[in-house]
Nanobody, 116 residues
C-alpha cells in the first residue's frame, strides 16, 4: 500500500513563504508523476502542480510564478516551494502519484493558512 506523508504547512502572513514536503513509500517513485493538490473549505480538491518522471512541470494558473515543484527520486520525496502566498492559497495540501491515474488513497495532508 502506497503511503503519503505531507509536512511543512503552517500559518503565514500574506506575501510569505512555505516549503511543503511529501514522503512517499511503497511505490515505484521515480517512474511516476508527482502531484500536489489542495482542498479549501467547501471546495473540490484541485491539482496545483505536478512534475513528471522527466522533470516536466505543470502549474495551475493561479500559482504560476509563485510555486515551484521539485522531486528527489533518491529519497522518494517531493517538495512544493510556495512564495508570495495569498489568503486564497489557504487549504489543506496533499501529494499523490500516478502512472495513468492518481492513487485512490491519500495522506492526511498539511494545513496551509495565509492571513491577510
Amino acid at each position: 500500500q502506497v503511503q503519503f506523508v505531507e509536512s511543512g504547512g503552517g500559518l503565514v502572513q500574506a506575501g510569505g513563504s512555505l516549503r511543503l514536503s511529501c514522503a512517499v513509500s511503497g511505490s515505484t517513485f521515480s517512474a511516476r508523476t508527482i502531484g500536489w493538490f489542495r482542498q479549501a473549505p467547501n471546495k473540490q480538491r484541485e491539482l496545483v502542480a505536478s512534475i513528471t518522471s522527466d522533470g516536466a512541470t505543470y502549474y495551475v494558473g493561479s500559482v504560476k510564478g509563485r510555486f515551484t515543484i521539485s522531486r528527489d527520486n533518491g529519497a522518494n520525496m517531493a517538495a512544493l516551494q510556495m512564495d508570495s502566498l495569498k489568503p486564497e492559497d489557504t487549504a489543506v495540501y496533499y501529494c499523490n502519484t500516478r502512472l495513468t491515474t492518481w492513487r485512490a488513497n491519500w495522506g492526511q495532508g498539511t494545513q496551509v493558512t495565509v492571513s491577510s
